[in-house]
């Protein structure tokens, strides 16, 4: 299988208050088309290992590769780059920007792309949001929306540049057990249709159990 995400022996230490190791170690390989879990105790490491691959903290040891390109010791601008084109975030928050319509949250990364037109990026986005069945809601203000619409939009946006990944801190966390669902589904039906991977940090058991593979963590470290 085509490897997306690569990591070898990558380590993190916080320096303060006191010198402690958050991450120890931590080898992994995402490949194309999977849909897997990161679960562990809060505190275990788990969100600052999706910051590490996620380019979004660059001060570790150890070598992290995206779509077999070395990514470790790149400059500022080429991250910020790669992260725009190659990675989609969802958060547990969505982050829209209230004043704007739904249309425009999800144009936004491929304008700072500036690959495409605006109509080809209008038509994208209106595709995206179909796809994800809010596309009645593209002119509303983004502040208008249900908290589970307003995930979707989320994962529209994420997906807009055709990313390799998406990255997703917790994603279900502020949603209800149905709108939770509907999103786990989404996120299901885009590993089926495609070789996009996704990569989850969820405290939520039942729906870890259902992705590809679950990645357990202890202490920074990958115990299963």
């Known amino acids: 299988?085509?490897?997306?995400?690569?990591?070898?022996?990558?380590?993190?230490?916080?320096?303060?208050?006191?010198?402690?190791?958050?991450?120890?170690?931590?080898?992994?390989?995402?490949?194309?088309?999977?849909?897997?879990?990161?679960?562990?105790?809060?505190?275990?490491?788990?969100?600052?290992?999706?910051?590490?691959?996620?380019t979004m903290d660059t001060e570790y040891n150890g070598t992290l590769y995206l779509n077999g390109n070395?990514?470790?010791g790149r400059n500022a601008g080429e991250l910020a780059r790669v992260r725009n084109e190659e990675i989609g975030f969802v958060f547990q928050f969505h982050y829209l920007l209230p004043e704007f319509t739904v249309l425009d949250n999800v144009m936004l990364p491929a304008r700072k792309l500036g690959k495409k037109t605006?109509?080809?990026?209008?038509?994208?986005?209106?595709?995206?949001?179909?796809?994800?069945?809010?596309?009645?809601?593209?002119?509303?203000?983004?502040?208008?929306?249900?908290?589970?619409?307003?995930?979707?939009?989320?994962i529209a946006r994420a997906l807009i540049n055709e990313p390799k990944i998406i990255m997703g801190d917790e994603p279900t966390g502020n949603l209800d057990s149905t709108n939770s669902e509907n999103v786990f589904q989404i996120f299901k039906q885009l590993s089926r249709n495609g070789d996009l991977s996704l990569l989850m940090v969820t405290h939520d058991?039942?729906?870890?159990?259902?992705?590809?593979?679950?990645?357990?963590?202890e202490d920074g470290q990958i115990v299963s």
């Open 1 to 54: 299988m085509r490897e997306i995400i690569r990591t070898e022996r990558v380590s993190k230490y916080f320096t303060k208050p006191v010198m402690f190791q958050v991450l120890r170690d931590i080898s992994l390989v995402i490949n194309a088309g999977e849909f897997v879990s990161i679960m562990g105790k809060s505190g275990c490491g788990k969100s600052t290992l999706l910051y590490v691959l996620s």
């Open 70 to 72: 070395q990514l470790t």
């Open 118 to 154: 605006v109509s080809e990026i209008r038509a994208s986005a209106l595709e995206k949001l179909q796809l994800l069945g809010i596309e009645d809601q593209a002119n509303k203000k983004a502040n208008m929306l249900s908290g589970g619409q307003k995930q979707r939009v989320a």
């Open 205 to 217: 058991e039942d729906l870890a159990r259902r992705t590809d593979r679950i990645i357990r963590m």
